[in-house]
């Protein structure tokens, strides 16, 4: 399929789990992608791989507005942005008794700030053209309490929040706005958040009573593929009439 030739799309966070894997999948069908990362080794890991002309790696910290407000002018002015995928984020499993304020303001600074910096600079350049979509990847965590996740869980219902509002507000501009809410995932953030291996999966399967914690229904952990087939349709014209959207991706586990 080639559902975004001659598209322009930036993906933040896009040097591993989730990110690269939306950023491989964008390749193979046809982008132009921006690859945005504070990690210039996993970039040049990624870049090493794709071997893609179509790939544009840039070290980015989006926590800075200047620094993004430069990159995003940068490359609207050679390539007109269609698409932009706030993957980007940070969790520190920490209880809120023991989160230290630097904790917490690091994981807002990347979690919603960024992607508010990074959201403005690329819809008021798309709502000059009457198009685009955005596409925040958030989590299950943001509307679902967890325990030692206070901070990421704000964070996270924060940015699927401010995602909607900015659709809401361009959307008379031709701009669509969408939240992807994954559960487990197997990720580096994952192993980093429970560890690895068969057990660990089985674990988090079956679910944690003593957490408040339900199982998986579906019983498999999430692949990033999995996460990255759903975030390109929402970027899709096959999606043209889909905004505001909150779309968890998580087997089941946050069922209501």
Same mark, same amino acid.
């Given at each position: 399929?080639?559902?975004?030739?001659?598209?322009?799309?930036?993906?933040?966070?896009?040097?591993? *789990?989730?990110?690269?894997?939306?950023?491989?999948?964008?390749?193979?069908?046809?982008?132009?992608? +921006?690859?945005?990362?504070?990690?210039?080794?996993?970039?040049?890991?990624?870049?090493?791989?794709?071997? !893609?002309?179509?790939?544009?790696?840039?070290?980015?910290?989006?926590?800075?507005?200047?620094?993004?407000? !430069?990159?995003?002018?940068?490359?609207?002015?050679?390539?007109?942005?269609?698409? #932009?995928?706030?993957?980007?984020? =940070? #969790?520190?499993?920490?209880?809120?008794?023991?989160?230290?304020?630097?904790?917490?303001?690091?994981?807002?600074? =990347?979690?919603?700030?960024?992607?508010? +910096? %990074?959201? $403005?600079?690329?819809?008021?350049?798309?709502?000059?053209?009457?198009?685009?979509? %955005?596409?925040?990847?958030?989590?299950?965590? &943001?509307?679902? /309490?967890?325990?030692?996740?206070?901070?990421?869980?704000?964070?996270? @219902?924060?940015?699927?929040?401010?995602?909607?509002?900015?659709?809401?507000? +361009?959307? @008379?501009?031709?701009?669509?706005?969408? =939240?992807? !809410?994954?559960?487990?995932?197997?990720?580096?953030?994952?192993?980093?958040?429970?560890?690895? *291996?068969?057990?660990?999966?089985?674990?988090?399967?079956? &679910? @944690?009573?003593?957490?408040?914690?339900?199982?998986?229904?579906? $019983?498999? %952990?999430?692949? /990033?593929?999995?996460?990255?087939?759903?975030?390109?349709?929402?970027? !899709?014209?096959?999606?043209?009439? %889909?905004?505001?959207?909150?779309?968890?991706?998580?087997?089941?586990?946050? +069922?209501?």
């Amino acid at each position: 399929m080639s559902r975004f030739q001659h598209q322009s799309i930036v993906v933040t966070g896009a040097a591993q *789990g989730i990110g690269a894997a939306i950023t491989r999948l964008l390749l193979q069908e046809g982008a132009e992608v +921006f690859a945005l990362d504070n990690n210039a080794q996993a970039l040049a890991v990624l870049a090493d791989e794709q071997r !893609s002309l179509k790939l544009h790696p840039k070290v980015v910290d989006i926590t800075r507005a200047h620094e993004v407000e !430069s990159a995003i002018a940068a490359i609207d002015n050679h390539y007109p942005l269609d698409g #932009l995928v706030n993957n980007a984020g =940070v #969790l520190i499993p920490k209880s809120i008794a023991t989160t230290s304020a630097e904790e917490w303001q690091k994981t807002f600074e =990347v979690n919603v700030h960024g992607t508010f +910096f %990074i959201s $403005q600079a690329v819809a008021t350049r798309m709502a000059a053209r009457g198009q685009g979509a %955005i596409v925040t990847v958030a989590s299950n965590a &943001g509307s679902t /309490p967890r325990v030692n996740m206070g901070a990421y869980c704000a964070s996270k @219902a924060a940015a699927a929040m401010l995602t909607r509002c900015i659709g809401l507000e +361009f959307a @008379a501009q031709g701009i669509r706005c969408n =939240v992807v !809410s994954p559960g487990s995932t197997r990720t580096p953030m994952l192993a980093n958040l429970a560890g690895e *291996g068969t057990q660990t999966e089985q674990r988090i399967i079956a &679910g @944690a009573p003593a957490q408040y914690r339900l199982g998986i229904p579906l $019983q498999k %952990i999430a692949e /990033p593929q999995d996460i990255a087939a759903v975030v390109a349709f929402l970027l !899709s014209r096959d999606a043209n009439h %889909i905004t505001l959207q909150n779309l968890v991706v998580d087997g089941g586990a946050t +069922f209501e």
